[in-house]
């Protein structure tokens, strides 16, 4: 499932591509993805692309937006004035006025576009990496609030935005804390050490563009995979020798996901 940064990667990328376009049409090949009333976008204008967690936003000059959760499969696809190289799944297509065109695809159909109309920015009640309110008082007080398994917590979206499978075993390995650990036993200063690896690792999968690992259906806007999953030191690494101490890396089941670690150097 496409995490934080593959879904600001998307948002960039987008960004790029349509603010300042008009749509003039949208497609609709699977209703069960798109949500609403298509004629909420319809003439309207694109003046923004934000994100908050997974979730892009497609800020119109009607007051309206248009949300998209790619969920397990979903991708963006963007084709240029007379493109009509082909593409699988495609469930939903926005036509602009200019002739390009912005394909979903979706191969499962778990993702989903809602339309929605005089769209208003309410604040999110997760916190988030990179913005203010992700500081170490924070992190460390979801921490301390819970007895699961810190890498559950890492991945629950009610309590903090954007982080799934991939960076929670990343980020845990990085800071060397047990994935299985209670929340509410970490420290002040284990609590900084993984909030600190959890914003530089973010960050370096944005730098990169992203994972597209074994199973992941992540493309970027123009199809090619990202580069975040040559540097996975854990993740899908099962098997193989741990990079800090040699000792083999487990993968274990944990809430029905896979979870990479090293028994011997993460406590
Ligand atoms: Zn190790």
Redesign the pocket.
């Known amino acids: 499932m496409p995490e934080l940064p593959e879904v600001e990667t998307i948002r960039r990328q987008l960004a790029e591509k349509i603010v300042g376009k008009t749509i003039n049409q949208i497609e609709i090949l699977a209703p069960k993805i798109f949500i609403g009333e298509v004629k909420t976008a319809i003439g309207a204008k694109v003046v923004g692309v934000g994100r908050v967690a997974k979730v892009l936003r497609i800020l119109l000059s009607n007051g309206n937006a248009l949300l998209a959760h790619f969920k397990l499969n979903g991708q963006f696809f963007w084709r240029g004035p007379g493109d009509d190289s082909p593409a699988r799944f495609t469930c939903v297509i926005f036509h602009f006025t200019d002739g390009s065109r912005l394909l979903f695809n979706d191969s499962r159909k778990f993702g989903w576009i809602k339309a929605m109309e005089n769209f208003s920015e309410e604040s999110a009640a997760a916190i988030e990496p990179f913005c203010p309110d992700f500081n170490l008082k924070n992190f460390f007080a979801v921490l301390a609030k819970s007895r699961r398994p810190v890498k559950l917590v890492l991945m629950d979206q009610e309590k903090i935005g954007g982080i799934g499978n991939i960076y929670a075993n990343e980020a845990l ?1 990085a800071a ?1 804390i047990s994935p299985f650990r209670p929340a509410n036993s970490l420290s002040v200063n284990e609590a900084e050490k993984l909030r600190n690896a959890i914003v530089k690792i973010l960050q370096k999968a944005i730098d990169c563009r992203g994972s597209s690992g074994k199973d992941e259906w992540y493309r970027q806007l123009d199809g090619s995979p990202g580069g975040y999953q040559n540097h996975f030191l854990v993740y899908q690494k099962n098997g193989q ?7 083999p ?1 487990t993968r274990q089941n944990q809430a029905g996901r896979g979870t990479f670690y ?5 406590i």
């Open positions: 390995f060397r020798k741990c990079p800090r101490c040699g000792d890396i090293c028994p011997a150097c993460q």
